[in-house]
């Protein structure tokens, strides 16, 4: 029976290879999502270890954070895009886990970022997540909360309001297409925590300002931010 198990699996496997997500190669017995390669090669910021890092920097004068990390850099045509976007278009939630895994590790030899008390994913609009099936942002915060062993809150910050994509927008427009769009349902739940907002990827800022700043009206403690990548 075993051995019948094995052929059936070897044969799937050959019909159906599993691939890297992040160069697409076929990955060997052992290794899930990403490759070795992967593993050592992508091109890891460590900015959990530098508070004056160029994705904190980028949120200077706009939102009092504590400590703001990206786990990569971003760069088109790279692997760290090839990780991006499985994650959000491909219905790759598995991966949004795993890469949240990867964050906390980091986090966790970090000084900074002790004291978490809530871990809350920058949300989706109910219509887009509907159409997505996830919210990928969702996924790497559950990564993370399992990693760190730290509650998880997916319904305490809403999107009230359906917006127009960032990708093409400049800053200012990315900032203007911000404007009153998150809520915090439950300003007790927040009230005194250090809070980790989470998202995919850290480009002008303009999401997890907004997002940062009704957290603050919602009177934390502290805010720090932690995303898979960011754009130069």
Not at 20 to 39: R, S
Not at 173 to 198: C, G, I, P, T
Request: charged residues 20%; proline residues 3%.
């Amino acid at each position: 029976m075993m051995l019948l198990k094995r052929i059936l699996g070897d044969l799937f496997s050959l019909l159906f290879p599993s691939l890297c997500c992040g160069c697409g190669t076929d990955l060997y017995t052992g290794e899930q999502l990403l490759c070795t390669e992967c593993l050592y090669n992508l091109p890891y910021t460590d900015y959990h270890l530098h508070t004056e890092n160029k994705a904190a920097k980028q949120l200077w004068g706009r939102l009092p954070c504590n400590a703001v990390m990206s786990l990569f850099y971003f760069k088109k045509g790279a692997r760290t895009q090839n990780l991006i976007h499985n994650l959000k278009y491909k219905g790759r939630k598995d991966l949004g886990i795993k890469l949240g895994n990867m964050i906390a590790e980091k986090l966790l030899t970090a000084p900074a970022y002790t004291g978490i008390d809530i871990i809350v994913p920058v949300p989706l609009h109910k219509s887009r997540e509907r159409v997505r099936g996830y919210n990928q942002s969702c996924s790497i915060a559950e990564g993370i909360a399992a990693g760190l062993n730290i509650p998880l809150s997916t319904d305490g910050l809403v999107r009230i309001k359906k917006t127009s994509s960032q990708t093409k927008k400049g800053r200012y427009q990315r900032f203007e297409n911000m404007q009153s769009v998150f809520s915090v349902k439950d300003a007790w739940a927040f009230k005194d925590k250090h809070v980790l907002l989470v998202d995919d990827v850290l480009t002008t800022g303009a999401t997890l300002e907004a997002c940062g700043m009704v957290l603050l009206e919602a009177k934390i403690a502290k805010l720090s931010i932690a995303t898979v990548a960011y754009a130069e």
